[in-house]
């Protein structure tokens, strides 16, 4: 499947059936973690059959419902730890959504106090990723006008149109895009236009997407 496909088919989908993830695809998440964590220094933990991080108030007045399988972001305390969560979060939720599943990011509503037991010492928890077969399939989220998230003068290569075009449409943390991707001298360049709490992690997602459409490297700036 073209992955411009797979990111237009992607929506957050916070409802879940009861359906577990067969075996088949759980040994293909697992590898997927596995190669992550190595590539990445992350320690990432898929949960399987596991309510109890999705099983509080606080997730369930954020519409989370049946939530049993969920992907664990934490690792050292490091400078690019929520960027490299970020990048590496999303490229998870991508091939989750290749294999027919559905997913959700969640930094506030979850049960943190249940998750951050899970975690080795020293690692810090940094979000987490509901996963398994939606309710539905989500619906597609509102953006900010294009021009105000992308910058470019003159004659622009197809591959920046297409990573720009996956960039608006990576999940947000609140739905905020403070971000802005332009063209500089040729190479593409991923700014941060204004700072919020999880401005970092969402640069990472962004990039994740602009570079699985576009197949170009794009540089963070201003992190
Ligand atoms: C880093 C991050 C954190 C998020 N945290 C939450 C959360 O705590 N609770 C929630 O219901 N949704 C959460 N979301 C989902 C966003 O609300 C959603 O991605 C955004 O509204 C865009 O919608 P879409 O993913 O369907 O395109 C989070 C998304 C991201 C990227």
């Known amino acids: 499947m073209d ?8 929506h957050s989908v916070r409802a879940y059936t009861p359906r577990k993830i067969e075996p088949e695809r759980r040994r ?29 108030r606080l997730a369930h007045y954020g519409s989370f419902r049946n939530v049993n399988n969920y992907l664990v972001l934490a690792g050292a305390k490091a400078p690019d730890l929520e960027t490299n969560c970020g990048y590496y979060g999303e490229k998870f939720v991508l091939e989750a959504q290749k294999l027919g599943l559905n997913t959700c990011w969640a930094v506030l509503t979850f049960q943190k106090s249940a998750v951050r037991k899970l975690l080795a010492e020293g690692d810090r928890l940094v979000a987490v990723i509901a996963v398994g077969y939606g309710a539905t399939q989500g619906t597609a989220h509102k953006n900010k006008p294009r021009e105000r998230l992308v910058r470019c003068r003159g ?6 149109v297409r990573g720009a075009e996956a960039a608006i449409l990576a999940p947000i943390a609140m739905n905020q895009q403070k971000f802005q991707i332009s063209l500089e001298n040729g190479e593409p360049v991923l700014r941060v236009a204004g700072l919020g ?3 970092k992690i969402d640069l990472g997602i962004v990039k994740c997407h602009f570079e699985a459409a576009s197949e170009h490297t794009i540089r963070i700036v201003g992190e």
């Open 3 to 10: 992955i411009m496909q797979v990111i237009r088919a992607r």
């Open 197 to 199: 709490p999880y401005t």
């Open 155 to 160: 004659e622009v290569p197809a591959w920046f």
């Open 28 to 56: 293909e998440l697992d590898r997927l973690v596995e190669r992550y964590n190595a590539e990445s220094g992350l320690h990432m933990q898929l949960r399987y059959d596991d309510p109890s991080g999705f099983d509080s």
